[in-house]
């Protein structure tokens, strides 16, 4: 009888302070996915003011009309993966995104300068116009992507804790990606290697390599 009563009291206790946890998980998980919403937004908005660029400059010369090139390769690259938020709750998917952000942040970068060097274009106020905007966009993305990291933070130190990882696991939730994170992998008894991702969308579909 005494058994039956001091493992009741275990298991209440037990059961209270996991409960006593779980808004954290709630307000956390949910804070981490609104800030990967306003920081897909913005991506979304530079990829629109990429298009623009290209549409203005792509006519002017050969060599941007290359470079305009890359850039329409990276957004496609893009265009071809799942960038909705369930997506990208799953570590390699937002891997592969964040690289392919980058690809095409690069290829724009080339873009500007290159048709910068255009004196007609130069001279361009749609052009000039663009250009702060992407300047805009770029410094927008830098802030939400500084957010998303604070946000992801928070949500695994709520979870590092004994009670709090067993709470996590019976609830199915996941430790989160952040940017930049780099994946590793175990290789029997030797040291962990970072895996390194290429994309082609092929008809459609994402191959990595």
Known sequence: MRKTIAGTVILLVALALLGGCLPHYDADDAERKAALGDLLQQYAERTELSRQLIALVQPASRENSTLADAVTAAQANLDCMRTD?????????FERFEIAQRQLGDAISRLVIEAGNDPHLDQDAGFRSLLTQLAAADRRIATKRKAYDEAVDRYNHS??????????????FRMRPAPGLVVAIPTGNRALTPMRYATLCTHGRTVVT
């Open 85 to 93: 938020r369930e997506a990208l709750l799953e570590q390699i998917p």
């Open 159 to 172: 979870r590092s804790g004994y009670f709090h990882d067993i709470e996590a696991r019976t609830l199915t």
